[in-house]
């Protein structure tokens, strides 16, 4: 057993453990999946295309997160997790590839990485830790849940006409597992106290996503802008989609995300919050970012006349997920409203209200003003210069 309970991370008691540099490597692969979900939203934004787009991100989601925490608790520097994380990139890669078909010829490539992903992890974490009772029992927990998910994942993939009910399906079920405490009969379910994360380590690794996110945010802009004529009206839907990406940065990382990490690991029930705030609430942030990233290509293609209905949701749509993924992530960590986000909110509504009246250039110039506004206002907040939000529940 000995050799076995090696794979465990050790715990300092004066600091988190660190993200090592296999996890980073990994983190490459979902460089590239993010990329093919902008590219794959860009290509269809129709209802259903977004629809499709959500459920891919969820699902690309979800197996990033689930292998973050099992690296919070295994240790990537030893080599059999190491070599787990290195086959687990190759699946990510063919996972990404298959993003843009994965619901007409890569279906199947698609979902049979996926359920290599999520099923050969957790067969994995129960072998690096028999003998620790607590964490195998979990883990059980966890594979069952993910094996019932599986069947609907491999019979969408086979099957055409039923392939987006089916993975509705399977999202679902792996998406409301951790709230159930993946309660299992016989089995029992997992509280939130079972789950000793390291949360310093969960919430850089969050972090770390929402700087991927942000990072191919700036290479669409780039790569796009590379290919247009520079003039007037080019170069400043460029200066506006790069200000909002700037603008985003600040509002998560100026004060919020290290918070947040100050507030998971002074927490007398980690777990929960890692369940919660990092797990979940996480995902509007990133799904946020994916979507502005689409309003910034359609902002440097069309930047003056008048402005689609798709440029308009992209732009504005993308925005406001941002800002209101903020706002319930810091009311999370300390149960104050963030009246920036609130006021930022209300006159993108408004600016939404009015865009028959609108070119793009105006409606990205009032969503970037409307973010950089916010990111202003926290600073002066964060710095002392303002008073803080009155309090609304107990931190």
């Known amino acids: 057993m000995l050799p076995r309970r090696s794979l465990l991370r050790e715990r300092a008691h004066d600091s988190h453990g660190k993200v090592t540099t296999v996890e980073l490597f990994f983190d490459l692969v979902f460089v590239f999946a993010i990329t093919q979900l902008s590219h794959a939203l860009l290509e269809d934004f129709s209802l259903l295309g977004a629809f499709k787009t959500l459920l891919l991100t969820l699902a690309i989601w979800w197996v990033w997160i689930f292998t973050s925490w099992v690296t919070n608790w295994l240790d990537p520097e030893k080599i059999p997790t190491r070599l787990l994380l290195l086959a687990m990139m190759l699946a990510g890669l063919i996972l990404s590839a298959s993003i843009p078909a994965a619901f007409e010829q890569r279906a199947v490539s698609f979902a049979c990485a996926y359920v290599f992903m999520q099923v050969g992890r957790t067969i994995y974490f129960l072998w690096a830790t028999a003998g620790h009772p607590d964490m195998v029992a979990n883990f059980q927990r966890i594979l069952v849940w993910l094996l019932f998910s599986a069947v609907f994942w491999l019979a969408g993939a086979w099957l055409e006409h039923w392939r987006l009910p089916l993975w509705m399906t399977a999202i679902a079920i792996e998406f409301v597992s951790p709230s159930l405490g993946f309660y299992v009969p016989g089995l029992g379910h997992s509280h939130s106290r079972d789950w000793d994360v390291e949360g310093g380590h969960l919430s850089e690794r969050c972090g770390l996503f929402v700087i991927i996110a942000l990072?191919?945010?700036?290479?669409?802009?780039?790569?796009?802008?590379?290919?247009?004529?520079?003039?007037?009206?080019?170069?400043?839907?460029?200066?506006?989609?790069?200000?909002?990406?700037?603008?985003?940065?600040?509002?998560?990382?100026?004060?919020?995300?290290?918070?947040?990490?100050?507030?998971?690991?002074?927490?007398?029930?980690?777990?929960?919050?890692?369940?919660?705030?990092?797990?979940?609430?996480?995902?509007?942030?990133?799904?946020?970012?994916?979507?502005?990233?689409?309003?910034?290509?359609?902002?440097?293609?069309?930047?003056?006349?008048?402005?689609?209905?798709?440029?308009?949701?992209?732009?504005?749509?993308?925005?406001?997920?941002?800002?209101?993924?903020?706002?319930?992530?810091?009311?999370?960590?300390?149960?104050?409203?963030?009246?920036?986000?609130?006021?930022?909110?209300?006159?993108?509504?408004?600016?939404?209200?009015?865009?028959?009246?609108?070119?793009?250039?105006?409606?990205?110039?009032?969503?970037?003003?409307?973010?950089?506004?916010?990111?202003?206002?926290?600073?002066?907040?964060?710095?002392?210069?303002?008073?803080?939000?009155?309090?609304?529940?107990?931190?």
């Open 215 to 395: 990072g191919e945010s700036i290479l669409v802009t780039g790569a796009t802008f590379a290919k247009l004529e520079w003039n007037a009206a080019t170069i400043a839907a460029f200066l506006l989609a790069f200000t909002g990406s700037v603008a985003m940065w600040w509002i998560y990382f100026d004060a919020a995300a290290d918070r947040g990490t100050e507030r998971i690991v002074e927490s007398d029930d980690p777990g929960r919050l890692a369940r919660v705030t990092y797990t979940y609430l996480h995902l509007a942030i990133v799904a946020g970012i994916i979507v502005s990233a689409v309003g910034d290509e359609f902002l440097l293609a069309h930047p003056l006349g008048h402005s689609s209905p798709q440029t308009v949701v992209a732009i504005l749509g993308g925005a406001a997920l941002y800002l209101a993924g903020n706002a319930v992530f810091k009311w999370s960590i300390s149960g104050n409203v963030p009246y920036s986000h609130a006021a930022a909110l209300a006159v993108l509504g408004i600016a939404a209200s009015l865009w028959h009246y609108l070119p793009p250039l105006a409606i990205g110039a009032v969503s970037t003003g409307v973010m950089l506004g916010a990111a202003i206002w926290d600073a002066r907040r964060n710095r002392g210069w303002e008073p803080q939000p009155v309090d609304v529940v107990e931190s």
